[in-house]
């Protein structure tokens, strides 16, 4: 079993920035990929960006160039580093580690003014 806990969501301007981060605790030794989705009001929920535990990354069109995901081993973290933010990108977002199953946070709401 993983657990995990998000945290760095906020409010922040249009063209803003800000780092998400979600700490994995339990059997992390199992963990084959990270990631994170997100789910803005009346759409889809939505994969963003994943990392593997080689530490392969792959984004969705909407973020590429914009954010980046990384993972710390030593602190058990992985981070969405998230620049030049969009009103469009204001949403909750997941994260998730998958082993066996899929493990989820319980979200961190992002809101991006313009």
């Known amino acids: 079993q993983v657990q995990l806990v998000e945290s760095g969501g906020g409010l922040v301007q249009a063209g803003g920035s800000l780092r998400l981060s979600c700490i994995a605790s339990?059997?992390?030794?199992?963990?084959?990929?990270m990631g994170w989705y997100r789910q803005a009001p009346g759409k889809q929920f939505e994969l963003v960006a994943t990392?593997?535990?080689?530490?392969?990354?792959n984004y969705a069109d909407f973020v590429k160039g914009r954010f980046a995901i990384s993972r710390d081993n030593a602190s058990n973290t992985m981070y969405l580093q998230m620049n030049s933010l969009k009103p469009e990108d204001t949403a909750v977002y997941y994260c998730?580690?998958?082993?066996?199953?899929?493990?989820w946070g319980q979200g961190t709401q992002v809101t991006v003014s313009s």
């Open positions: 990392i593997t535990s080689g530490a392969s990354t």
């Open positions: 998730y580690a998958r082993d066996i199953k899929v493990n």
């Open positions: 339990g059997s992390i030794f199992s963990i084959k990929s």
